[in-house]
Structure formats: C-alpha cells, structure tokens
C-alpha cells in the first residue's frame, strides 16, 4: 500500500498531525492552537467539501491537542479518540489552564502575541480506546496499542498493518540520530518500543520526523 493517502496537514514545522484519507478522513493528532488555521486550510485543501471525521490522540501535551477546538469548530460532528487517562487530565481545569499557558508560549515563540482563544469544552476526548481495539474507518482499520513512556495516557495506532503511528514514547528518531522521550517510566517505554517492533507493519511514523521505511528507522524500530 502507497503512503499517498497519509498527507502531513501541519500547519507549522512540527510535523505532528497527519490526514489519512479514504472513506472516512482520520487526522493523527491536532498540533497546536497558533497554527490551527493554517493545518484546517491544509486539510481543507486535501479533502476539498469532503468532512474530517476522527482525530485520534496520541497523548494529552499541549502540541499534539490544542488544535481540536478549532477543529471541532470547522467540522462539529468529528468525534476524538483518546486514552481514559488522557480524558481524565482534559476534565481537570488545571490541565486546561496550562495547555493555555503552553500554547501562549509557543505562540508567542511564533512571533505572535497569543494563541488565538477558545473553549474549554472543545479541548476534550469523545471516545475512549484501549489496547486491542480496532476502529472501522471503512476502507481503513486502525489498531489501537497502548504505549506510556513519554506519558502515562500515550497511544498508538496502526493503519492496515502498513504505517504504525508511534507515540512520542519512541523516541524522535532517523537512521542516525535517537532522541530518547521518556518521561514517566524507562522500562515502560523500552516495552512499548519492543510492542510496535513485532505489530507487524511496513513503515512507522516518528512523531515530529514523519514515515520511515525500515532502511530509514533502523532495527531498533522495524524489524
């Protein structure tokens, strides 16, 4: 299968949200809350009047989430899928207070006085999925892995057994550089790396990298 129905829609240089086209459009990850308007007129340009259906969450940090409100705004029937832990930090108000802050920060980073506003009742997940589950997306089905590491609430996903959609427990890697990303547990994160090794698919997404073939990732990552 060619990845030519996986088009990065980010709309600035983070490389963290990815539309996978078909019978139902299926958007990995959300970026952030600055660069929402240009990753909504990327998708837009993709899907021409065709909806965006799904936003699948990779995990709860502020760079990977914060442009589900202005999603949600374009398209009000698209429903997010997430870890039970990551719908639990989104109902605290002090998560949402610092994903505010965060986004601010990065706007500001941007050359931008603030993240443009929102609501808090738009930054949450819809549906809750765990590991084993498959998601029908017609054409696509999505395997679901859970993978904490990075984040207690990290997921993964696999389309077809042809691209893995790694969370950021991984690592940010290529063929020669390995950034490790563990935040909340080492051994954990070793174990869901040796997980998507043996998933069985072609190609793996690198969170911030993008797809690599196994020549690019290397053994640690594909077999």
């Keep these: 299968m060619k990845n030519d129905y996986i088009v990065c829609v980010c709309g600035d240089?983070?490389?963290?949200a990815y539309l996978i086209k078909g019978e139902k459009n299926v958007l990995f990850d959300a970026g952030m809350a600055y660069s929402a308007d240009?990753?909504?007129e990327n998708i837009k340009r993709e899907l021409g009047d065709r909806p965006?259906?799904?936003v699948l969450l990779s995990h709860s940090h502020y760079d990977h989430i914060s442009g589900v409100p202005f999603l949600r705004k374009e398209w009000p029937d698209l429903v997010v899928y997430g870890s039970a832990y990551a719908k639990k930090i989104l109902e605290k108000p002090s998560a949402k207070k610092t994903m505010r802050e965060l986004s601010d920060a990065?706007?500001?980073?941007a050359g931008?006085?603030?993240?443009?506003d929102y609501r808090d009742e738009d930054l949450v997940v819809d549906k809750v999925v765990k590991e084993g589950d498959i998601l029908d997306f017609g054409d696509h089905k999505i395997t679901v892995f859970e993978t904490p590491g990075h984040t207690k609430c990290s997921l993964s996903y696999m389309v077809d057994h042809d691209v893995i959609f790694a969370s950021e427990t991984v690592g940010v890697t290529t063929s020669e550089v390995y950034m490790p990303c563990y935040l909340?547990?080492?051994?954990m994160s070793l174990d869901a790396v040796e997980?998507?090794?043996?998933?069985?698919?072609?190609?793996?997404?690198?969170?911030h990298v993008g797809i690599l073939t196994p020549e690019d990732a290397g053994t640690a990552l594909l077999p």
């Design 112 to 116: 931008l006085t603030k993240a443009p």
């Design 184 to 187: 909340v547990g080492y051994q």
């Design 52 to 54: 965006l259906d799904a």
């Design 38 to 40: 240009k990753m909504i």
């Design 106 to 109: 990065a706007a500001q980073g």
């Design 13 to 16: 240089a983070s490389r963290a």
């Design 195 to 207: 997980k998507l090794r043996h998933a069985g698919a072609k190609r793996i997404f690198i969170t």
